[in-house]
């Protein structure tokens, strides 16, 4: 464990393998247009802060902000609802081009289906989104919670009809569970991470996110960002949306830097070590970013980002506490958001590192100024409310004593900056 900052660059792929036949711009409106029949669908706002950009010296800030996604705080329910969508279109044998909210919940498609169960582990909004999902077809769903989870996401899951649980065990322990139960069950995992044999459902569930990222560009216009932050627990999302970034802006595609908590950072550690193997981390992984307390990556996000990506940066728990600071008291003409700590890390990690010139090395790296349009996704509201309220109004995780960055002059720039 660490508490400082780390920068690698991300290592390039041998062989490139191409994704934008699973990652592009026609894939992405199809997945939008499904979402769009849901009838609580509304596309979430694209927010510019002048006035922060201006305070930090930036050209332009941009932030998504999901904290109003279906009503369920977070932008999660994307990818879960269209995989399970994607399972359903292939059981039943009809095109994912057919997809619909009324097709899914007519008579005809809900007889031949009969009752499903599905399950999931999650940080908390990945297992909300799966529950709220199952209600709305009408079938059930099951949700495993590592230990620590607080106990306001399991509430809100179990809002939704679920059974949900909160285990003695960590989040890749909760992951390795809910695949056994399914095993065991006969239930339908619906997991928003890969691994060897089970690739199919986290596609789709990767594919789902891309509506959140093409409403972003298309709001975007003609405004072309320089930089993009993308929060990363297994990679699923950044994998995501970078691999559409790729597709959708070709060569005028943005520097994307994938961002972590030190205590989760295994995107981080996989792209530091850049000896072509994936490296996890292990134990409790006590972070405020829930989401984000990941320890083995996704192998299909870990593809596309090493094709797509160009840095990852392993950050201190404060950085989150800055950008839901810095978010949540908007002054002059800028827009409030409330974002939670998942959802607020990329935002803090921009202004931090505009702010502090203990981390100038790692700016001038970005080559981050006032030229520079910085787009970021705030990927949750305040899931935690209680925490929440500690760290915006109290203070909690202040930014000024907990750390003084982190710069290995004898490390090259092909591993760690």
Not at 6 to 35: I, T
Not at 51 to 67: I, T
Not at 150 to 170: F, H, P
Not at 225 to 251: C, E, I, N
Request: aromatic share 8%.
């Amino acid at each position: 464990m660490h508490d400082g900052f780390y920068m690698a660059p991300m290592p390039k792929a041998m062989e490139q393998k191409n994704e934008r036949a699973f990652l592009n711009v026609n894939m992405a409106e199809a997945v939008l247009s499904y979402h769009k029949s849901f009838p609580q669908y509304a596309q979430t706002p694209l927010i510019k802060l002048h006035q922060l950009a201006n305070s930090l010296g930036l050209g332009a800030l941009y932030v998504k902000d999901e904290s109003c996604r279906f009503g369920l705080n977070a932008f999660k329910v994307l990818g879960g609802s269209y995989a399970m969508g994607r399972w359903i279109a292939q059981k039943l044998g009809f095109s994912p081009e057919e997809l619909s909210f009324e097709k899914l919940t007519s008579q005809p498609v809900r007889q031949a289906l009969g009752e499903v169960t599905f399950v999931c582990a999650t940080d908390g909004n990945h297992g909300r989104g799966v529950a709220w999902t199952a209600k709305m077809l009408k079938q059930k769903a099951v949700i495993y919670l590592p230990r620590g989870t607080a106990k306001q996401r399991l509430d809100s899951i179990r809002t939704c009809g679920a059974q949900a649980y909160i285990m003695d065990m960590n989040y890749d322990a909760c992951v390795r569970l809910a695949n056994q139960r399914a095993r065991e069950e006969g239930w339908v995992l619906v997991q928003d991470t890969a691994w060897d044999g089970y690739e199919e459902m986290p596609s789709w569930i990767m594919q789902g996110y891309t509506s959140m990222v093409l409403e972003a560009l298309r709001q975007l216009g003609d405004t072309i960002p320089t930089h993009v932050f993308l929060q990363a627990g297994v990679g699923s999302m950044a994998g995501a949306a970078a691999g559409l970034m790729r597709d959708f802006y070709g060569d005028k595609k943005p520097l994307i830097i994938v961002v972590e908590p030190n205590r989760a950072d295994c995107l981080f550690g996989s792209a530091a070590a850049n000896d072509g193997k994936l490296h996890v981390v292990t134990g409790d992984m006590d972070t405020i970013m829930a989401g984000l307390a990941c320890g083995e990556p996704c192998t299909i996000a870990w593809e596309v980002l090493k094709e797509t990506a160009d840095f990852a940066v392993s950050c201190p728990d404060w950085v989150a506490a800055l950008g839901m600071r810095v978010l949540g008291s908007a002054t002059g003409h800028d827009e409030k958001i409330v974002s939670g700590e998942s959802g607020a890390v990329t935002s803090g990690l921009a202004a931090a590192l505009m702010q502090r010139k203990d981390l100038a090395r790692f700016k001038e790296t970005l080559r981050l100024g006032s030229d520079s349009i910085v787009l970021c996704f705030s990927t949750e509201g305040d899931t935690d409310k209680k925490q929440y309220r500690e760290i915006v109004h109290h203070g909690k995780y202040p930014s000024t004593v907990l750390d003084t960055g982190h710069y290995d002059e004898n490390q090259t720039d092909s591993q760690t900056l």
